[in-house]
């Protein structure tokens, strides 16, 4: 059976610091995995990863995939407030799976 | 200009009753999808429509029916509604299957 399974459920940081969110998998006929931010709304989009150890950087956002151990993780640096969400990791195969989000919270 | 758009972005109804949301994306994306956000947070796929073809239909109760008159909107419509309904409502699209996903703002559905 498919499924996703994101570590910690949640986590309460202070400013500054850097966190790493987990985000584990197993879906038939894997495609690709996507990390997603949602505040108050709808999910926005972060990062498409489809190759194994290929590094995506966006600012003080990072996120790598490991194929082989079924993983990928999440990497933000130098954490803000604005930072505080819940993060959704989402690999796709047969269809689009959402994890059970991990709820970040960073303290001023 | 909104890409995905939903509305109602707020119903509030009794038990029983019958409702829709509708939902349109401009993108030109091909596939469009329903999921349901429960109190946990939890986001689940309820069904995906690839050019106006059904392609992913979860277990959900058929109370609720998509229905999609063009590639450009998906609509969701619940018979009978439970209080196990109450939910947020979101819909997406995207260019392909797996693509990336653009999301409306969600259509929060309170039962009474």
């Known amino acids: 059976e498919d499924k996703v399974v994101q570590s910690p459920l949640s986590l309460v940081v202070h400013e500054g610091d850097t966190v790493t969110l987990n985000c584990s998998y197993e879906?038939?006929?894997?495609?690709?995995l996507l990390w997603y931010k949602q505040e108050k709304k709808a999910p926005t989009f972060l990062f498409m990863l489809t190759s194994s150890g290929i590094e995506k950087k966006s600012g003080r956002l990072s996120s790598i995939l490991d194929k082989k151990e079924l993983f990928s993780i999440l990497n933000i640096t130098a954490t803000q407030t604005g930072d505080s969400a819940v993060y959704l990791c989402?690999?796709?195969?047969?269809?689009?799976?959402f994890g059970t989000g991990t709820s970040l919270t960073v303290i001023p | 200009d909104t890409a995905v758009s939903q509305t109602p972005k707020y119903l509030v109804t009794q038990m029983g009753n019958d409702k829709s949301i509708k939902c349109e994306q401009n993108l030109g994306h091909d596939t469009m999808y329903w999921y349901k956000q429960d109190s946990k947070k939890f986001l689940k796929i309820m069904f995906s429509?690839?050019?106006?073809?059904?392609?992913i239909n979860e277990t959900v109760p058929n109370r609720f029916s998509p229905k999609s008159p063009d590639k450009a909107h998906l609509n969701l419509h619940i018979n009978s509604l439970e209080l196990g309904d109450s939910a947020v409502y979101f819909c997406?699209?995207?260019?392909?299957?797996?693509?990336?996903?653009?999301f409306g703002e969600g259509s929060r559905l309170t039962v009474l």
């Open positions: 429509y690839n050019n106006k073809e059904l392609i």
């Open positions: 989402a690999p796709t195969g047969n269809q689009f799976y």
């Open positions: 879906v038939t006929n894997f495609r690709s």
């Open positions: 997406a699209s995207s260019q392909t299957i797996h693509g990336e996903l653009f």
